[in-house]
């Protein structure tokens, strides 16, 4: 049996290993450098809660997808409600130019985070080359229903991007 101070290190262990699913995550889930940095904290904070719950029959970033993107789709409908009552002014790149990432990678990142948060996670899953199964077991949904999702979100993607060039 572990000890508290072995349980946090482990913890902290697996975040750092783990930490460019969650900056990719608060990246198309946030509309600003300080909501990214929030994001990232809820999520961590909601990841250390739920680590007594992990049971290990999954792998640690497949549980940490499933809870990372749960809080993520939870904060922005809380932030939703707020959000319809006032002026939204935010600098479209902001985010992006924090990541050291590439012109093209911070237009499809852009690009993704107009997508619905379904699509979000399911483009997110798959561009970390997660198999099928393995998207439909963090997102909840059929695997049939993950194929068709991507075609879907493929095609919104070029659209999307198409208008941004």
């Known amino acids: 049996m572990q ?7 482990e913890f ?7 930490q460019g699913i969650l900056h990719k ?14 994001l990232y904290q809820e999520i961590v ?28 789709i939870t904060l922005n409908k809380k932030a939703a409600l707020f959000e ?3 002026v939204q002014l ?9 990541l050291d990432y590439s012109e093209d990678i911070k237009i499809l990142y ?11 996670a399911v483009i997110l899953l798959w561009l970390e ?5 393995e998207i439909a077991e963090i997102v909840g949904i059929s695997e049939k229903n993950v194929s068709v999702k991507l075609v879907r979100s493929k095609k919104k993607l070029a659209k999307i991007i198409k208008k941004m060039g």
């Open 90 to 98: 935010s600098n479209k790149y902001a985010v992006a130019e924090v």
């Open 12 to 18: 902290v262990k697996q975040i750092q290993k783990h």
């Open 45 to 72: 904070l909601q990841l250390w809660k739920s680590y007594p719950s992990f049971r290990k029959e999954a792998k640690f970033s497949t549980w940490m997808y499933r809870v990372a993107l749960n809080t993520a």
């Open 110 to 120: 852009k690009a993704i985070s107009k997508l619905s948060k379904i699509e979000k």
């Open 129 to 133: 080359e997660k198999a099928y199964g």
């Open 25 to 38: 995550i608060c990246f198309v889930y946030s509309n600003s450098n300080a909501d990214k940095e929030d």
């Open 3 to 9: 000890n508290q101070g072995e349980i946090e290190k």
């Open 84 to 86: 319809n009552h006032k």
